[in-house]
């Protein structure tokens, strides 16, 4: 076991290795290695990804499912300049491509939709606000074109405005099937809108979107139902971050948490979705293997921020049935080519944190393969 798992659930599918085919829902991945949603910020100024994306997506076909970075379905939810949206006709032909030169290699390919809710700024977006459950500001700055200024206080959504988001995302799912996208996966990590929603700290309404435990996790199962319905289920997915404690977005209390994902994961049961992909510190504690039996789907887990991903942890996560894939962050980055490095026990090139949000090919497109490092190129 790798350090900090302990067993404190028993193993679903003790059975499998981390190399091995899945199929989740109508997902088909040909090892359970899954490259992490990564914001790399190489998108155009009007959110349109590039030739040089899907040369990056192209290079990481190999892992048996593609998260895409976090894409906005409406300009209000982009976050960061350089972020890809999933709204315009531009767009979605530019997603086309990418798409295509993922299938080209005999990957698989789904988009994370990002709302980044309170995360963002007009000078950022071109939007005249920034929408959340509440009418807070998250903590600290953000970097616009204009230079740092603080996180904005946001605009609270009405009660009428929350179907129009919740649609929003319906609609940027669409989008992404019309891309040639094979699913989706809803962003409810991290501290970004979905998240907003869950935690007592970030969501203080009183109506039917706050307060009880129930009421915070409505509006991630909302989106979820609403997506599930546009594009089918057994091509939708979610990422939660449990505990996370990110951007203001606090879980401190291991009670309400517990209730909180409690109540995600029974309103998400009954759709049948193709996976749930959870980032948390100990995979295989209590929390995050009840979301799994609750929730009733594949389940992908990635440890967090903490360290990168190992090999071994990843190879014990799954050959010992405490997930049905691992996903991947800075070891895929650096490595286009990760699951032939890690069958192989092969070296990894080190990541380059400094060009992960960088707007140039440059720490992006250029780690070299194990092919053309054994080749002398
Ligand atoms: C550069 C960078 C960008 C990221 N962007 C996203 C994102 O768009 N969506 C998301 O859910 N997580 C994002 N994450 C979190 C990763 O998906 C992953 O959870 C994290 O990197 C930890 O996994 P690792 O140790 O394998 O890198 C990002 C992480 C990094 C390092």
Do not use: C
């Amino acid at each position: 076991m790798p350090e900090g798992i302990q067993r404190s659930a028993r193993a679903l599918s003790p059975t499998v290795t981390l190399y091995e085919p899945a199929v989740f829902g109508a997902l088909q991945l040909s090892n359970r290695v899954v490259m992490a949603p990564l914001t790399r910020t190489r998108a155009d100024d009007e959110g349109v990804p590039t030739e040089t994306m899907a040369e990056y997506y192209r290079q990481r076909a190999g892992q048996g499912l593609i998260i895409s970075e976090g894409t906005w379905p409406a300009a209000e939810g982009k976050s960061y300049p350089g972020q890809p949206g999933i709204v315009t006709p531009a767009q979605i032909d530019g997603w086309k491509q990418i798409a295509d030169a993922v299938h080209d290699e005999g990957g698989t390919i789904v988009m994370q939709l990002m709302h980044g809710g309170r995360v963002g700024h007009p000078a950022i977006s071109g939007e005249a606000r920034v929408v959340a459950p509440s009418a807070l500001a998250a903590p600290g700055q953000t970097r616009t074109p204009q230079g740092k200024a603080d996180l904005p206080v946001a605009h609270a959504l009405t009660l009428e405005e929350i179907p129009v988001v919740v649609e929003q995302f319906a609609q940027a799912a669409r989008n992404a099937i019309a891309a040639g996208f094979d699913g989706v996966e809803v962003h409810g990590a991290n501290g970004y809108l979905v998240h907003e929603f869950l935690s007592p700290v970030s969501n203080t309404r009183d109506d039917g979107y706050g307060g009880s435990t129930a009421n915070r996790a409505r509006f991630a199962i909302e989106v979820t139902e609403a997506v599930a319905a546009a594009i089918g289920a057994d091509r939708t997915g979610i990422r939660l971050s449990p505990q996370h404690n990110i951007q203001g977005v606090l879980e401190e209390d291991a009670a309400d948490v517990h209730a909180t994902y409690t109540a995600v994961a029974e309103g998400l049961a009954p759709l049948g979705l193709a996976f749930v992909d959870v980032l948390h510190v100990d995979p295989a504690g209590e929390l995050v293997q009840h979301i799994r039996r609750t929730a009733g789907a594949p389940l992908i887990v990635n440890t967090g921020f903490g360290i990168d991903t190992t090999r071994d942890a990843a190879e014990s996560l799954v050959d010992d049935g405490w997930a049905d894939a691992v996903a991947a962050g800075r070891p895929v980055i650096a490595n286009p080519d990760l699951v032939e490095r890690w069958t192989q026990g092969a070296e990894l090139n080190p990541p380059r944190p400094e060009l992960f949000y960088g707007r140039t090919a440059e720490g992006y497109t250029d780690y070299p393969s194990l092919e053309s490092v054994r080749a002398g190129v």
